[in-house]
């Protein structure tokens, strides 16, 4: 019988997996703070993953997933995933919400109910909060044509294409403001101290920028319409 992954190496795998695609070098460092764990716990995990055959790291101390652990890691990400997309679709949970649920969620997932949910939903779809499995590099994110919030033009209307969606603060805090997936929104102005205020559906909100650089957002084109609350102010 294969040994099974306990639910604390999958959050921690998983964790790695996410930072490295978010173009992250990962050390033990970046773990402690993404898991909100001693630096102490984060030795000893490490190096139980590594006595397992799921981690190995080099010269410089950055944290590698081996095949084994690669695998595993993913296989976790893409239960989250199924997880928040049958929370929204099938059972109709607000986008906001259901990153938390997700990740208690992920690790009760059998393989049983695993295929069952990839037979329904499928494995390309994007989350609710407009991610893959595994969310995009920033690098990849602006091949594809997507930029930051941060970046955007002034004066330029756009559509929210992805959230960061691991701080579920942050999503709250970005619904509150009525920022969400798929919601147009238009650049009003770039300020000096490098906040943006923003127009949405609900109205002109102010965005830091280490809170708009968490959204991902795609040019609107000249073929879809404007939302009318973007239209009459400027």
């Not at 990740?103 to 407009?130: M, V």
Request: hydrophobic residues 35%; proline residues 5%; charged residues 25%.
């Amino acid at each position: 019988m294969s040994q099974e992954i306990t639910v604390s190496k999958e959050d921690y795998l998983k964790a790695i997996i996410e930072a490295e695609s978010e173009g992250h070098t990962v050390i033990p460092a970046l773990l402690a703070q993404w898991l909100d764990v001693s630096p102490p716990a984060v030795t000893n995990a490490v190096k139980r993953l590594r006595q397992d055959g799921y981690l190995d790291s080099n010269r410089e101390g950055a944290l590698k997933l081996t095949a084994k652990g690669r695998e595993a890691a993913h296989r976790t990400a893409l239960r989250h995933h199924l997880v928040e997309r049958m929370l929204t679709e099938i059972f109709g949970m607000e986008w906001h919400q259901v990153h938390t649920e997700a990740e208690r969620l992920e690790h009760a997932i059998s393989p049983a109910f695993e295929a069952k949910l990839i037979e329904k939903l499928g494995k390309t779809g994007d989350c609710p909060h407009g991610n893959g499995v595994l969310p995009l590099t920033p690098t990849q994110m602006q091949r594809r044509g997507f930029q930051s919030l941060s970046e955007a033009a002034e004066g330029a209307d756009y559509v929210v294409s992805s959230l960061y969606e691991r701080d579920s603060r942050l999503l709250e805090f970005f619904h509150q403001l009525g920022i969400g997936p798929k919601v147009p929104v238009r650049v009003l102005r770039r300020n000096y101290d490098e906040t943006v205020l923003v127009r949405t559906p609900n109205g002109p909100v102010t965005l830091g920028k280490s809170a708009a650089s968490r959204v991902w957002v795609r040019a609107l084109t000249a073929r879809e319409p404007r939302h009318k609350n973007l239209t009459n102010y400027s």
